[in-house]
């Protein structure tokens, strides 16, 4: 069964806007992470964060977590055509789970010209 | 380095064949995985390798096999396909406890008549 579940499944924006996406799970975790799957690729890590950190920023990305409410969001800022992909939250259990990510079925970002 | 190699990139069955999905990483990742992805679904788990030697069901394994030929190598069996395997499938590899992000393949897309 699905972890992670993102909101919203589809976003289209302007180019220069910003765009952000949300995930909430259910169990406990040891860490969250983001995915990129361009069309017709494989998946892209973008960014981690564990479960004792609130926010995260790399480049134009900035991830924050919230264990109360389980749940996370993905923000990208000044957002370019290149960023149209669909976005997945992966969540790792940790604990006797360790090497399984469970996926959320993800939110297509469209970014227009 | 190549990253995560998949072969076929394509292929399509017919109802009762069998085939074998290939993968092998340069990375000298101790753990691999098999997912396949649906139209809506995200990523499921198919069956992963924690290391070399081990081998461990996922969320969907029914009608799958694996075998983790050796520390690059994790191949992916289909005995006797059913249309309902039709999906994308992607393996990947990580190093957990070091890192904990996966790296994936650029995926089979297999069409099961």
């Known amino acids: 069964s699905q972890q992670g579940e993102e909101d919203p499944q589809a976003l289209s924006i302007q180019e220069g806007e910003n765009a952000t996406m949300n995930c909430s799970y259910k169990?406990?975790?040891?860490?969250l992470q983001w995915y990129r799957q361009n069309s017709g690729r494989g998946l892209v890590h973008l960014i981690l964060?564990?479960?004792?950190?609130r926010e995260k920023h790399s480049g134009r990305l900035r991830v924050t977590l919230d264990t109360s409410k389980k749940s996370s969001s993905l923000l990208i800022t000044a957002s370019r055509a290149a960023d149209t992909a669909s976005y997945f939250c992966?969540?790792?259990?940790?604990?006797?789970?360790?090497?399984?990510?469970?996926f959320g079925k993800g939110t297509l970002l469209t970014v227009n010209p | 380095n190549a990253g995560v190699t998949q072969t076929p990139k394509f292929q399509v069955l017919k109802t009762g064949q069998s085939m074998t999905l290939q993968c092998a990483q340069d990375?000298?990742?101790?753990?691999m995985y098999w997912y396949r992805q649906d139209p809506g679904m995200g990523l499921r788990l198919i069956y992963y390798?924690?290391?070399?030697?081990?081998?461990d069901k996922g969320e969907v394994p029914n009608g799958y096999n694996v075998s983790r030929l050796n520390k690059r190598e994790f191949s992916l069996r289909l005995e006797s396909a059913a249309p309902s395997q039709t999906s994308v499938y992607f393996c990947?590899?990580?190093?957990?406890?070091?890192?904990?992000?996966?790296?994936f393949g650029p995926g089979t897309r297999l069409t099961v008549t």
């Open positions: 990947a590899s990580s190093e957990y406890g070091t890192t904990y992000e996966q790296y």
């Open positions: 169990t406990s975790i040891n860490n």
């Open positions: 964060i564990r479960s004792n950190e």
């Open positions: 992966a969540t790792d259990p940790g604990g006797g789970s360790n090497y399984k990510l469970t």
């Open positions: 990375m000298n990742h101790n753990s």
């Open positions: 390798s924690a290391s070399e030697g081990t081998t």
